[in-house]
């Protein structure tokens, strides 16, 4: 008898403790959030990601297993990323409870660039407003803010604890604006190529310029492609920069064409800080040639 007690106290505070980590579950759409959400929350949340690594966030579609766990979540930060505007709908029609919290509050979305157009030799803008806010230091600040006030809505008694981890981080985000800025100081080239415009707040931020070679999935016609070769010769771009998330092929061709190399950089690492120091890297390094 003592022993069935036992079993039904163990039992009892197993399942105390399972629902208690289920009530603190967040989800986020990509994997840099998971890291943002660390850097705030440390052990007072358990952290699931949408998006996993190597799938491409425009076309994601959530598995059951996510849906299931959805059910049992907290919040849910968004960010913009295309899949959500599919799916989000859809999670809150099945998960009503479920708080969903924009981290782009307060933040002026730009607008996607299109191809560098054979006609007019400028970049045109389409109406879709650009999700990658991720990639601006300056601009995590501000998310940073918005996670870590709803953090604090949640966890009240925990309020100091995330004000000094969200100074610390901020911190963080300041230092590695300022090293990277170091970095791509000075450099005789401002221009560089990519296949997918998802560096759009990056080179803002540090005065740079990206070229966009595809725009919403589309490829360039024959007279966007030539007027993409003609630029990189003109201003004797040499890198073309990639990532795994799309179609690589095209890019690849364009680098031959110009007598030059197409380089990998992620702009969905896990390891945030540590990824956009070593982008960094690699857009001197092209851009000094």
């Known amino acids: 008898m003592k022993k069935i007690c036992l079993i039904v106290v163990l039992f009892g505070i197993l399942f105390s403790c399972s629902t208690q980590n289920a009530q603190n579950t967040v989800f986020v759409s990509i994997l840099p959030q998971k890291y943002f959400v660390e850097k705030l929350a440390q052990d007072l949340v358990e952290i699931e990601v949408m998006v996993q690594p190597g799938a491409n966030p425009a076309t994601y ?20 990323v295309p899949f959500e505007k599919a799916w989000l709908p859809k999670i809150k029609q099945t998960n009503p409870n479920l708080k969903i919290v924009d981290t782009r509050a307060g933040i002026k979305l730009r607008d996607m660039q299109t191809h560098l157009l054979a006609d007019t030799k400028q970049h045109h803008a389409s109406h879709t407003q650009d999700p990658h806010i991720w990639l601006s ?25 995330i004000q000094n981890n969200l100074s610390s981080f901020q911190n963080e985000l300041q230092n590695l604006h300022e090293q990277i800025a170091i970095i791509l100081k000075d450099l005789p080239n401002r221009k560089f190529l990519v296949f997918h415009p998802s560096w759009g707040y990056f080179a803002e931020e540090f005065d740079l310029t990206q070229i966009p070679i595809e725009m919403e999935g589309k490829s360039p016609n024959s007279k966007e492609l030539a007027a993409i070769i003609d630029f990189a010769n003109q201003h004797q771009i040499k890198t073309i920069f990639i990532q795994k998330q799309f179609n690589r092929a095209i890019a690849k061709s364009i680098a031959e064409q110009i007598g030059g190399t197409a380089v990998s950089i992620d702009p969905l690492a896990p390891n945030y800080s540590e990824n956009l120091l070593q982008v960094a890297q690699q857009l001197r390094k092209a851009l000094n040639e």
């Open 61 to 80: 579609e959530v598995t059951p297993k996510q849906m299931a766990k959805l059910a049992d979540a907290l919040l849910f930060f968004r960010i913009g």
């Open 137 to 161: 230091p300056l601009l995590v600040k501000k998310q940073a803010e918005n996670i870590a006030n709803e953090l604090v809505k949640q966890f009240p008694n925990h309020k100091q604890k």
